[in-house]
């Protein structure tokens, strides 16, 4: 594996980390809107 390799492992692995970071820093507020749905009865096995 020459070079090129290496760096595109560590640039991935950058990604990577950087993504999981990003995702524990933002404040992501859950979805306030209640939704219900009827489902018939047909649908459920006997």
């Known amino acids: 594996m020459g070079r090129v390799g290496v760096v595109l492992i560590l640039l991935f692995l ?5 993504g999981g970071v990003a995702l524990m820093a933002v404040d992501i507020p859950p979805p306030t809107e209640r939704i219900e749905k009827e489902v018939p009865e ?5």
């Open 42 to 46: 047909d649908r459920f096995a006997r």
């Open 14 to 18: 950058l990604l990577v980390v950087g």
